[in-house]
């Protein structure tokens, strides 16, 4: 039986993963030159631009989640992660402090800084500590676990239950707010966007202080590359520069797919793993969009989604003295005529490999909105001297930034590189520009689509966008519950 994979993200090559290893013949045709989606990397100057991984979660032994990387090459075999003592080191006028993935240890500094926050600071290391058993559930999907299963499940977050229904509810400001001291409150809003709900942060610290949450060794290129390896070692096939164009369907089957280059191929089941915006708006016709899809699509202030300005800096020297991601206040500056008084900063001290003898790398990123993508797209669309321009623009004056807060930077950085919210929807189709799925606001539900298609029998779906918030996990898993899928269907038992 031969399953075709439309995409060679993460999802892509997952599904292709699972897919052989269940005996299936597969073909994954991707629209680039080149596998891995977003999580991808390209050189630039002698350095290597990493465009996605700065954590990636399930990289604890116990967790659901390792076992699937495990099994899609990612971990396992000494394959190493980088685990880092500070989440995010945070510098502004009113002092610096650090998001320490130890609770306790943050616990102790967040109570020097403002002892006064006693209570808030209690309750927000208790709810990181409830967390750190929140985990995504990676074995199968949720219609095929038995009831058995089920209870065991919610019975490992039973203890969470109540403090995840407050935190669901609650705006990223709300819980900021808690804190008097304004340190605290900039450290808790300076990672993620203001529209996230509370619990999405906690998820995110329970994560790395329950050690499942670090950075594999080699980035994204250790990502895409492995699974890649994994897929064509198990006799997996895979075609390049092949842009689907749509789904042929004849009486409730896919019977094809055809490619802009004119080409169709035929399957038993197809496996739509490029952005879901691609499938829905563009392979499939519109009769196929769900009631999940259609509300997620249209509603975008329910269901808002992210991106961001991306500037990749060379540094002739040293940067052992910053923290593997900063978020940094500073003298405003503008995007797209917007004013920005801030930008987080990774550094790639980790990785000497990323850059040449005696230099080092370093990431600006900086929050871009809907609103900038669209006004990015018509730059790039209508006006690409402006869209040039503006790019080199911010990436002068994010230069200008690390130099006045960094002295000893000071004629010392080169910009190699800059990614706008676009280049992610030219690369990959990504809808919006967005590179994680929508945001889980306080005023949506979080649900998951269920991976089918309507009035389709034959086509599943994998991607990121299936699972809110998204990221890696929920690409790598949504690949993996696609072939469980057709398994069910097939009638064959998925090992
Ligand atoms: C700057 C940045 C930082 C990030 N940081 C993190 C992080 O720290 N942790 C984390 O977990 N996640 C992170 N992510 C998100 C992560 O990269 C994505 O969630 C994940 O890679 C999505 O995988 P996917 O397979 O669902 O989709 P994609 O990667 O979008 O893959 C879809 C594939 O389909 C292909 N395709 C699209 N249309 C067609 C077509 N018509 N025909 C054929 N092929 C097609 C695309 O070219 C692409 O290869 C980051 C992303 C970026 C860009």
Redesign the pocket.
Known sequence: MKIVI???????LAAGIYARRQGFDCEI????SI?????TYWKRQGYTID???????GTNPSSELYGVWEEVGVLGNDKEVIQNESFLHVECPEGQMDLWEDEERLRQDMLAISPEDKDAIEEFVLAIRLYKDFELPAKKPMEQMSLLEIFRMLRRFRKLGKVHGKYALMPMPTLADKFKHPLLKKAILAYMPDFYNASSFFYVLGTFDSGNGALPKGG?AAISDNMLKTYLDLGGKIFYR????RFNIEKKRAVSVS?EDGTTVGADYFVA???AS?TFH??LPESHLDKYFRTHFSLRKLYPTYS?F?VYIGVDGDTSFLTDTTWLECEPYFTLGKQQDSFLLKSYATEPGFSPEGKNLLQV?IKQYEPDFEQWRDLYLNHRESYREEKRHIAESVVKRLEEHYPQLKGKLTVVET?SPYS?HR????YMGA???FILTPYARKKSHHGKVRKVKNIFL????LQPP??????VV??KFAIQRICKKAGIKFV
């Not at 465009?51 to 979660?57: A, G, K, L, R």
């Not at 998204?470 to 690409?475: F, I, K, R, V």
């Open positions: 439309i995409g060679a993200g993460v999802s892509g045709y991707e629209q680039h596998a891995g989606g977003e999580c465009n996605c991984v700065h954590w990636m979660t994204s092949k842009k689907a164009s490619f793993a490029c952005d691609v563009k392979l961001s991306n990123l990614v992610f690369f990959c189709g990504a590179y994680m799925s994998g991607g990121q966008w998204g990221g890696l996990p929920n690409a949504t690949g």
